[in-house]
């Protein structure tokens, strides 16, 4: 699509902000109006129009798209997106670890235990974590204190939260980057850290590499977008 504007501007609209494209209020791709929760978020979704050049890359503009997602998908299935988030607690990424090698085993410790025993207390689940090859069962309450842990986060948040769970693989991730425990390139080499791993035994290749980098930067722009998103009223549930 060819740019058809000159400049993006962020507008007052209540306690919402709005983002105009020469006077004219950005809308959703369900017809809604673009209204987003802090001038932080309005300043920078604006700014992604504004670098636009000759022609429009919606793949260069990440907080605008989770800005859509989160008015028109999440508001309308709320609590579709809630539940989804909590079903990865059955198959977490940092519930599963390696018996060999001991140097693969020792980094799981270092950049998942942490987190791990945040996630124990900030959602008062003890996980099961396990080196075997068949699924763990988790304690039967988890997905339900998961959900009050998650439901409590509005739209927006969930929005980035849900992108943050399903591209890592965890929710215990997903739910460090919505809370600021941790940040979006500590998520993602956390996410692909096996794989990190059998790149320095092994090497490697250039499709390998760039999918790593596009995970990179759909995490990092949903962490990015969280911390954007959050109100006052956010802050005091971490």
């Known amino acids: 699509m060819k740019r058809f504007y000159q400049s993006a501007e962020v507008t007052e609209a209540g306690s919402q902000y709005g ?14 109006i673009l209204l987003l929760p802090t001038r932080q978020l309005a300043d920078a979704v604006a700014e992604e129009w504004n670098v636009q050049d000759t022609k429009i890359d919606t ?8 800005s859509n997602t989160a008015i028109d998908r999440v508001s309308e299935f709320r609590k579709n997106v809630v539940l989804e988030i909590c079903s990865y607690v059955q198959t977490d990424l940092v519930c599963y670890r ?35 090859l068949l699924p763990v069962v988790q304690p039967a309450n988890c997905v339900e204190k998961i959900e009050r842990a998650v439901d409590v986060l509005d739209n927006f948040v969930l929005a980035g939260l849900h992108t943050a769970t399903t591209v890592c693989g965890s929710v215990v991730l997903g739910l460090a980057i919505a809370t600021g425990k941790i940040d979006g390139r500590t998520a993602w080499r956390a996410s692909l850290l096996d794989e990190f791993y059998q790149i320095e035994k092994w090497g490697a290749d250039k499709d390998a590499e760039e999918r790593h980098e596009t995970l990179r930067c759909v995490i990092e722009s949903a962490a990015r977008f969280v911390q954007l998103a959050k109100t006052p009223a956010c802050s005091v549930l971490e």
């Open 19 to 32: 983002v105009m494209l020469d006077h004219k209020t950005i809308r959703t791709p369900a017809k809604q």
């Open 59 to 66: 793949a260069q503009m990440p907080l605008t798209r989770l």
């Open 98 to 132: 390696v018996h060999q090698p001991k140097e693969l085993q020792k980094r799981q410790k270092i950049y998942w235990d942490p987190v791990l025993t945040w996630f124990h207390a900030h959602c008062d689940i003890q996980l099961t974590v396990t080196t075997g």
